[in-house]
T-cell receptor
Framework: DAGITQSPRHKVTETGTPVTLRCHQT?????MYWYRQDPGHGLRLIHY?????DTDKGEVSDGYSVSRSKTEDFLLTLESATSSQTSVYFC????WGTGGPDTQYFGPGTRLTVL | AQSVTQPDIHITVSEGASLELRCNYS??????LFWYVQSPGQGLQLLLK??????LVQGIKGFEAEFKRSQSSFNLRKPSVHWSDAAEYFC????????????FGAGTRLAVHP
């Protein structure tokens, strides 16, 4: 299994509070991603990173920000959590393979509940 | 815009029966295609992937998938399902713009009856 950890694994918070989720990898992969998973929607990309300090928006980035100050860590921040951000959040990593894009490997997920 | 459609939200099969999960994609060029499996409370695990070459791809756990360009499909198959195959299955396509981004389908939840 790819060395990806997410913390915390579960979190309950209140509307309006800031929340930071952490993704840590030990694979030295260049690309890192944050997804949210909701019933009926599969996984949707929030933000991604293609190197230290290099990040960009995904499909559902409103209300989220990210930072990557080291290769191994990718942080997702909800500046002011809302109930619509209740979801399961997955981090993923990948590298560019010799023949093209390589597999994305996923972390165990963080279940976030916003009351 | 790129998209992935998994027409079946839920499928129930009997143990030992064959399985086919459907996936259709929208993409102009030759796509990069993936199937992932998610067991309850777990992250996603890659079953198989198609980049080029042989259109019939073998994966882990006895799964295979066939790329059909004319039908824009990448259906997942298994000849004999085991109770442990009960999970959610996601089809994904590599997104334009690089950076190994993926676009996922909504998933198909598989239940297996003994």
């Amino acid at each position: 299994d790819a060395g990806i950890t997410q913390s915390p694994r579960h979190k309950v918070t209140e509307t309006g509070t800031p929340v930071t989720l952490r993704c840590h990898q030990t694979e030295n992969h260049r690309y890192m991603y944050w997804y949210r998973q909701d019933p009926g929607h599969g996984l949707r990309l929030i933000h991604y990173s293609y190197g230290v300090k290099d990040t960009d928006k995904g499909e559902v980035s409103d209300g989220y920000s990210v930072s990557r100050s080291k290769t191994e860590d990718f942080l997702l921040t909800l500046e002011s959590a809302t109930s619509s951000q209740t979801s399961v959040y997955f981090c993923a990593i990948s590298e560019w393979g010799t023949g093209g894009p390589d597999t994305q490997y996923f972390g165990p997920g963080t279940r976030l509940t916003v009351l | 815009a790129q998209s992935v459609t998994q027409p079946d939200i839920h499928i129930t099969v009997s143990e030992g029966a064959s399985l086919e999960l459907r996936c259709n994609y929208s993409y102009g060029a030759t796509p990069y295609l993936f199937w992932y499996v998610q067991s309850p409370g777990q992250g996603l695990q890659l079953l198989l992937k198609y980049f080029s070459g042989d259109t019939l791809v073998q994966g882990i756990k006895g799964f295979e998938a066939e790329f059909k360009r004319s039908q824009s499909s990448f259906n997942l198959r298994k000849p004999s399902v085991h109770w442990s195959d009960a999970a959610e299955y996601f089809c994904a396509v590599g997104a334009v713009g690089g950076y190994n981004k993926l676009i996922f389908g909504a998933g198909t939840r598989l239940a297996v009856h003994p």
